[in-house]
């Protein structure tokens, strides 16, 4: 046993010297390697780290964001700049309307992305081959950057032509009342995207034109209306390999190698995002299967639609669609039969799908994985895809747009959802934020006289202002200054007594009208039941006191607009 215990003893010793041999022996290596990767790493962190923790605001300290963003330029270190970038960014859609902006919200230009961009295009440090050997530190040029990063779209003229019945009552002298039908027609011009020049590809835009006919009842018979216009059949990338015109761009400044490219192309994604996740969540919602089929398998609302005023910039974006809160990889399914007009990467969109339905279109973004392609017919409830976090997407989840002849609507109106329910509750009217609202629409009403109008309207009914404002986008898209009627519609915007055209309804003032439409509105309200909404009441058949519409497309638009108005007004 003692010198079974000795060979032991002996061993471990010789085990112990040997390890502290190659310890000795490595150590010099080993110091120096940990060296170079801790350079490595703080070189890294300096020019890349360092600066998107200050454009991303994770930097508490104004002067520390700054200073890191700065790090290594030759730049003044002027705290101005992070709002010059915003603001410069912000002109990616400058002279474009209202409509025109909803086209081409997936385009839109980050500034956070922006000011990275303009950093790393102007570090001669990232590329192997300079055009200019004899730079040597960052030269910031956002005005140049901008031009070159910049969505640029062509348009195409269009117009919607609505020919419509309405019923028009004439009493003679003697008291007789007769009803007959007369025809309005109106023409509506519009722009449409025909093609989106960007960074991550161009997209081409091909449309059908199309006639949908509503049937409604009078006291002259059946009144019918249709509508035709230009609808989107498929959107189609014209480049085969996505961010190809970026590359070009990374070429240009001498980026000549494919690995370089990679690694700045996914550096840059992380900087993107849409805002969503940003608005604010719906708690309890249980949505109803009726028209359309839940879109994922789960129902939590981290964002709502409506427009949301940024708190500092005081600039209104619409949240076009809800986001619904979903694990990478969930089932997403085809809300309503239709064929798939797109199914590709688009901007801060990420990997999106758009079904186009009748009369209606769908839209899924920040998708994971594609279950169907452009062209493919598909039926209500059948996968299409896989949530996923792609694209402006600040965390997974399905972002879901719902959108009627082209105007976004909030999908949850179509699941048993709808907004504030006191519309016989007077608020006042937040003038300077719809005037600025109003005027992106270049609407009619975007005046203080008007709107002051419409406010002691509502005040003198004891009902929401906003909701005035809402049938006015209902009934005539909120009377945009394009349209060649439009100083006369602006008179009679609600539409009553049937028509601004003619009848009585075409003698009456602006001021006149709202009070009608206010009146009208707290006539329709009485003995609502506690099961039909506010605003679904003012359209139903079975109300006695009438109807102010008819059709299930007034009442999902006025709900629609009325949350997205009820947003601005709290």
């Given amino acids: 046993m003692d010198i079974e215990k000795l060979l032991k003893q002996g061993g471990k010793l010789l085990l112990d010297k040997a390890i502290k041999a190659i310890l000795k022996a490595i150590l010099p290596y080993a110091i120096t390697i940990g060296g170079i990767a801790l350079l490595l790493f703080l070189v890294y962190f300096m020019i890349f780290e360092l600066p998107k923790q200050s454009v991303m605001g994770t930097i508490d300290s104004v002067k520390e964001r700054t200073s890191g963003f700065f790090y290594g330029t030759k730049e003044s270190k002027d705290e101005q700049l992070f709002d010059d970038y915003q603001k410069i960014a912000d002109r990616w859609h400058e002279e474009l309307t209202a409509e025109q902006e909803v086209q081409v919200q997936s385009y839109a230009l980050n500034w956070q992305w922006l000011a990275q961009v303009d950093r790393s295009l102007n570090d001669p440090s990232f590329f192997n081959t300079f055009l200019d050997e004899n730079v040597k530190e960052v030269v910031l040029k956002p005005e140049k950057t901008f031009e070159e990063v910049r969505p640029k779209f062509t348009w195409k003229n269009s117009e919607i032509i609505t020919v419509k019945e309405v019923c028009l009552r004439n009493e003679d002298e003697e008291g007789e009342v007769t009803y007959e039908k007369s025809t309005v027609t109106e023409s509506q011009p519009v722009l449409l995207l025909k093609k ?229 509750a007077y608020r006042p009217l937040d003038i300077p934020v719809l005037l600025e609202w109003l005027g992106k629409k270049d609407s009619m009403l975007a005046t203080q006289e008007i709107l002051t109008m419409i406010d002691n309207a509502a005040k003198g009914q004891g009902i929401d202002p906003y909701l005035l404002i809402a049938i006015t986008g209902a009934e005539q898209s909120f009377v945009p200054k394009s349209n060649k009627y439009a100083d006369k519609i602006v008179k009679n915007p609600w539409n009553v007594f049937g028509s601004w055209k003619e009848g009585k309804g075409a003698d009456l003032t602006t001021k006149e009208a709202a009070v009608i439409a206010a009146k009208t509105i707290v006539k329709l309200s009485k003995g609502k039941p506690s099961t039909v909404g506010p605003i679904a009441w003012l359209s139903d058949p079975d109300n006695p006191s009438g109807v102010y519409a008819t059709g299930s497309n007034w009442v999902k638009n006025v709900t629609s607009i009325y949350q997205q108005l009820s947003d601005l007004g709290n």
């Avoid at 690694?263 to 992380?270: G, H, K, P, V």
């Avoid at 990420?350 to 839209?363: F, L, S």
């Avoid at 994971?368 to 598909?378: A, D, H, L, R």
């Avoid at 109106?413 to 006191?422: C, I």
């Fill in 196 to 424: 989106a020049e960007t960074i991550q590809n161009d997209y081409l835009y091909t449309y059908v034109s199309e006639t949908t006919t509503e049937t409604s009842s009078s006291a002259c018979g059946e009144l019918t209306t249709t509508i035709t216009q230009d609808k989107l059949q498929r959107i189609e990338p014209m480049f085969s390999e996505d961010w190809e015109p970026l590359r070009e761009i990374l070429l240009a400044h001498g980026a000549k190698r494919v690995e370089d490219q990679d690694f700045l192309l996914e550096y840059w994604l992380s900087y993107l995002s849409d805002g969503d996740g940003e608005g604010n969540s719906l708690i309890g919602f249980s949505p109803v299967v009726g028209e359309l089929v839940w879109p994922t398998e789960g129902s939590k609302i981290t964002s709502t639609f409506g427009s949301r005023v940024h708190p500092i910039t005081g600039i209104i974006k619409l949240h076009a669609g809800v986001d619904i809160g979903v694990p990478v990889g969930t089932p997403v399914y085809a809300a309503k039969s239709g064929k798939v007009i797109f199914a590709d990467y688009m901007g801060n969109a990420g990997n999106a799908i758009m079904i186009q339905h009748d009369g209606m279109e769908t839209r899924y973004y920040h998708l994971n994985k594609f279950k169907v392609e452009s062209g493919q017919e598909v039926e209500a409830g059948e996968e299409i895809a896989e949530s996923g976090n792609t694209g402006g997407s600040t965390g997974p989840h399905l972002h879901f747009e719902v959108r009627v002849n082209g105007d976004p609507v909030n999908p949850l109106v179509y699941f048993g959802y709808e907004g504030s329910s006191d519309i016989l």
